[in-house]
């Protein structure tokens, strides 16, 4: 009932900026926590950052100062925007969003909805 779809990779040279968008789709009543993590070649997948509803955002130690998390409620969006882009940046980026939505019998429920993925590729 719930769709994250991502946009906004692609390779950059280091030093560049891009921004990644998440839109979430479907019977959404409300979406709470919205995120973004990580997963690099052979590694972890890892929390970049995490935004509330109101606002409030949060970064993982490796993304202070240059990664900015924000969202449009109205949107149902997230975005992500990274300045000063390193070749270790490299990875395929994935949004998470905490939805309460309508269920096909008309319940509310909550669940925890993954994008894709987006494929963002620093070159030196």
């Known amino acids: 009932q719930v769709q994250l779809v991502e946009s906004g990779g692609g390779l950059v040279q280091a030093g560049g900026s891009l921004r990644l968008s998440c839109a979430a789709s479907?019977?959404?009543?409300?979406?709470?926590?919205m995120g973004w993590y990580r997963q690099a070649p052979g590694k972890q997948r890892e929390l970049v950052a995490t935004?509330?509803?109101?606002?409030?955002?949060n970064y993982a130690d490796t993304a202070k100062g240059r990664f900015t998390i924000s969202r449009d409620n109205a949107k149902n969006t997230v975005y992500l925007r990274v300045n000063s882009l390193l070749p270790e940046d490299t990875a395929v980026y994935y949004c998470?969003?905490?939805?309460?939505?309508?269920?096909?019998?008309?319940?509310?429920?909550?669940?925890?909805?993954w994008g894709q993925g987006t494929q963002v590729t620093v070159s030196s």
């Open positions: 998470n969003a905490d939805v309460l939505y309508y269920s096909n019998d008309g319940v509310g429920r909550t669940g925890s909805y």
């Open positions: 479907g019977s959404i009543f409300s979406i709470n926590a």
């Open positions: 935004i509330t509803s109101g606002g409030r955002a």
